[in-house]
């Protein structure tokens, strides 16, 4: 179903978003892998992203998350907004975690596409569960 | 219902939550008015908070709200974490905009608090509403 | 804003819908209220609406609410569409008790609605907080 | 990690909910499958169950859901209950429909538990993705 062409299509799409993209450089965020409808992203929890327990601050799973999911959700190259989120933290993020988050579609309708991340920590543990509901715009991306 | 002690006891939490929470420090957030399970917080969205469409990041509205969620869940002096959030786009944020969150509870449990934030910017619109659910451990913010 | 015209409008429309929907009509759903972007409605827990536990089955609250929500969104006179609907439970309910739920828009882009219901018991408790997102398509009611 | 005497648990503890479950019952919800964190359940969509739209109401669906994530959770004895849930709908469910719910636990923490429903029609379509989050009380399934 998905060919070479896609493959192209998705990566060049997320390597411009990326460009682009000056929170995702401040949290640290590495893309490292690319695929349509789908994108794996890492990042290492710093001393400046805790919040008032002294744990990493919600926003920054979340934040993870999210563009994983928007990277994942505009790889088939069609201008891709997020209309909606929910997560859960299923255990604490401390400083010098290592999370990776995985976005990838568990569903789609003509506009809308249903994803799912999953975000864990060095050791494996799920320490976030994401999900969004993106809505393809009739923009392509050659056209931003 | 609640007395001036409820306030004072409210203040003196989230002061002490604002001083350690480094991660609203970056995002330059401003409690504007604290009171028993209620909380005002601010911010003005920066260059380095965009994403890869020049917008800012959903991690921005969202770690604004969740903020003034987790100060103002924190209020009655219990240690309180977020269990659970969604949140909703209803227009998008752009550089220069000043958002303000209001954290509100909306019902309680006994173990648990059901909090709505709702982010606006500087012409009242909204751009993000936010729910949040919270758990109130047994320890006090004393013992923190 | 809204004149008279959208009054009649929204009556007509919800009057349409509820002479259809059978589902509520098993739940015993009244409509208390209608109004543009905002309907009231109400049912009674009976001893066939109960789950495992001899409380009330979380789908009768949500079902209340999402009527509530479906009436509201669709007071414009365009076929509106839920995208998805997030609930939480303060309080359990049983049966006999009287449930009524207030949905109401809380904001609105292009194609998307944003309602809240709150479901309170005849004690005025909240038993449930739901929240919708909505779709408006170009089909308008004339023609479902 | 999970013995025999999990399964006679999970089965044990699902059989008493299912037998005072008077909704379930209602929506001819039949359990296919049980295991430690894990339920699969059916229902045949009926007239009786459209909305306004002549299409299955949301509430069907989400019960649907529910009720496989209420039984998944309670699996290992302690009386577990349902704080938040979410849906959404990639595609409508029609009269005479056979819906299929799979709950299982993605995480868990100490007192929650994190649970994913997927809920397909009888061509394999993904109609409802349902997410639920639940309380594990101190309270089993011997003393209810």
Same mark, same amino acid.
């Given at each position: 179903?998905?060919?070479e062409?896609?493959?192209v299509?998705? #990566? %060049? +799409? +997320?390597k411009?978003m990326?460009? /682009? @993209?000056?929170?995702?450089?401040?949290?640290?965020?590495?893309?490292? #892998?690319?695929?349509?409808? $789908?994108? =794996?992203? %890492?990042?290492?929890? $710093?001393? @400046?992203?805790?919040?008032?327990?002294? &744990?990493?601050?919600?926003?920054?799973?979340?934040?993870? *998350?999210d563009?994983?999911?928007a990277?994942a959700?505009?790889?088939?190259?069609?201008?891709?907004?997020?209309i909606?989120?929910?997560? =859960? !933290?299923?255990?604490? &993020? %401390?400083?010098g975690?290592?999370?990776?988050?995985?976005? *990838?579609?568990?569903?789609?309708?003509? $506009?809308?596409? !249903? !994803? %799912?991340? #999953?975000? =864990?920590?060095?050791r494996? #543990?799920?320490?976030?569960l994401? /999900?969004?509901?993106?809505?393809?715009?009739? $923009?392509?991306?050659? =056209?931003?």
């Amino acid at each position: 179903m998905t060919g070479e062409g896609d493959q192209v299509l998705a #990566e %060049r +799409v +997320v390597k411009g978003m990326v460009a /682009r @993209d000056a929170f995702s450089r401040w949290l640290g965020i590495e893309v490292l #892998e690319v695929a349509p409808r $789908r994108c =794996t992203c %890492r990042l290492t929890v $710093r001393d @400046d992203m805790v919040n008032g327990f002294g &744990v990493a601050h919600g926003g920054i799973a979340f934040s993870l *998350a999210d563009s994983a999911f928007a990277f994942a959700c505009n790889t088939g190259g069609s201008v891709t907004v997020s209309i909606e989120n929910s997560v =859960t !933290y299923p255990a604490p &993020v %401390r400083v010098g975690d290592v999370l990776t988050a995985v976005a *990838a579609e568990e569903a789609t309708s003509t $506009r809308l596409g !249903y !994803y %799912r991340a #999953e975000v =864990t920590n060095q050791r494996g #543990e799920v320490v976030a569960l994401f /999900r969004g509901t993106a809505f393809r715009t009739s $923009r392509t991306h050659e =056209t931003v």
